[in-house]
């Protein structure tokens, strides 16, 4: 490797370094939202908790289903 090629390296390295170094701040603020809006302390229980989620949605949007057929069929009587 030449003298320029080097430079070019070593600048290319240190834009990596302050790419990673802004990519771990977003992370570390994304993790702390994370604590504070839903109470989860890593992403594995973010995803246990979206599911649990899901799960009451579905729920719900079937009760909701249910009432209002059961609205449909009392007022087309």
């Not at 240190?14 to 993790?31: H, P, Y």
């Amino acid at each position: 490797m030449n003298e320029v090629e080097l430079v070019r390296l070593k600048q290319r390295i240190e834009d990596a370094k302050a790419s990673t170094a802004e990519l771990k701040g977003q992370q570390n603020a994304l993790m702390k939202q994370l604590k504070n809006d839903w109470k989860c302390d890593s992403v594995a229980e973010a995803e246990k908790l979206m599911a649990k989620m899901e799960k009451e949605l579905d729920a719900l949007n079937k009760q909701i289903e249910t009432g209002l057929r059961e609205l449909e069929e009392k007022y087309n009587e």
